[in-house]
């Protein structure tokens, strides 16, 4: 039996997450696959509830479960809480709580969408890479950081750190799955700039000599988020630093046409984190278009990574390019001649398509 922990956190989290609930029981059920289920409070609803964005209880409960899927935290309700009492710092500290070191994020085009990106066909037709972004230091962590005033000035300050550890393992799960790719790794760096970057380019060398059937290429930064729109085909893996991860993949939901389609998976040492990229979506919470394609999708990441379930992964995946396929598509996706559907209808049609997978 299977745990897993439901954080439906603020905004449309909790419109997505029901439907990537749907879509994770009826593969369950069409695989066999026994699953417990608890809710939690993460973000904004923890803060109303408790004052603190991940109280201790959640923390617990996520330690103790084999996975977990998360809606998204964050609002205009809790915007002007100082930076270690807002939501997002919930999401933070429970990353880096269960350690959750490695955010991987796939990108690709799925067919039926490629006139829906505003790039062009031709330069985002096959594009399908995967993004393992560091997700435990960096700026997000670094110490010192704070907002001090110094006398007649204030202060704002945030540091960018690595050690050799934290490179290490990520760039060995990097290196690892473009082993099972097309054996390609570009590690994105600024090290004409800065020290951690010297370093991180330093320790991605080191580790490639352990994979010697892969290549691995180094791009700066800034030249990364040109070549991702300019010529997407020619990446297979690639790995950063956090901040760097961050900003690349909102960057890169436009080859896939919305950041609604994009899924992603942390992991650490055991269990797993899984969430669509985006965020809270103010400005369509309950409107019910919400797109709950990236929590599907992180739903078959679940089942793939924490459950070691492929068939039931892959089955979720096929599901979602068939419903694609026929032609029924969430607002944001919409192109002429197609079929609009809300959110839950999306959710029924793919869980249905995985029943009958
Ligand atoms: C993401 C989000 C988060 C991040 C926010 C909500 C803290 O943008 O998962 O990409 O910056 O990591
Ligand atoms: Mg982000």
């Known amino acids: ?45 923890a803060i109303d509830a408790t004052g603190d964005p991940l109280p201790e209880e959640t923390l617990r409960r996520c330690r103790e479960a084999d996975a977990i899927l998360l809606g998204a935290v964050g609002g205009p309700k809790w915007d002007t809480l100082p930076g270690d009492r807002r939501p997002e710092r919930g999401l933070l500290r429970l990353r880096q709580g269960l350690e959750l070191y490695a955010n991987l994020r796939p990108v690709r085009v799925f067919p039926p969408l490629l006139d829906v990106s505003p790039l062009k066909r031709d330069v985002i037709d096959g594009a399908d890479f995967m993004i393992f972004r560091e997700l435990t230091g960096g700026l997000y962590y670094g110490t010192p950081r704070g ?28 290196f690892q799955a473009a082993s099972k790719r097309r054996k390609k790794v570009t590690s994105v760096d600024k090290a004409n700039v800065l020290m951690s970057s010297q370093l991180w380019r330093r320790v991605v060398v080191r580790v490639a000599q352990d994979f010697p059937g892969v290549t691995l290429e180094h791009i700066l930064v800034d030249n990364c988020a040109m070549q991702i729109i300019r010529n997407p085909r020619q990446f297979d893996v690639i790995v950063t630093e956090n901040m760097f991860g961050d900003i690349l993949s909102d960057e890169a939901a436009v080859i896939a046409g919305s950041i ?19 965020g809270t979506a103010p400005d ?64 029924d049609l793919i869980a249905q398509a995985v029943q009958t997978a």
């Open 284 to 347: 369509i919470v309950g409107t019910g278009q919400a797109n709950p394609i990236g929590t599907i999708l992180s739903v078959a990441l679940l089942m793939r990574y924490s459950l070691k379930q492929e068939e039931a992964a892959t089955a979720i995946e096929t599901a979602v390019e068939r419903v694609l396929a026929q032609g029924y598509r969430t607002a944001d996706v919409k192109q002429p001649g197609t079929q609009v559907v809300g959110t839950r209808q999306m959710g």
């Open 147 to 174: 907002i001090e005033r110094r006398g007649e000035e204030e202060t704002g300050m945030d540091t960018l750190i690595y050690t050799t550890s934290e490179i290490v393992r990520i760039a060995r799960l990097a």
């Open 1 to 45: 039996m299977a745990t897993i922990v439901v954080l439906r956190g603020d905004g449309i989290g909790p419109e997505v997450v029901e439907e990537g609930l749907k879509v994770l029981k009826a593969a369950a059920r069409r695989y066999g696959i026994a699953l417990e289920f608890t809710e939690a409070l993460l973000g904004g609803v």
């Open 260 to 278: 609604g389609l994009l899924p992603s998976a942390s992991l650490g040492a055991r269990g797993g984190l899984y969430e669509p990229i985006h």
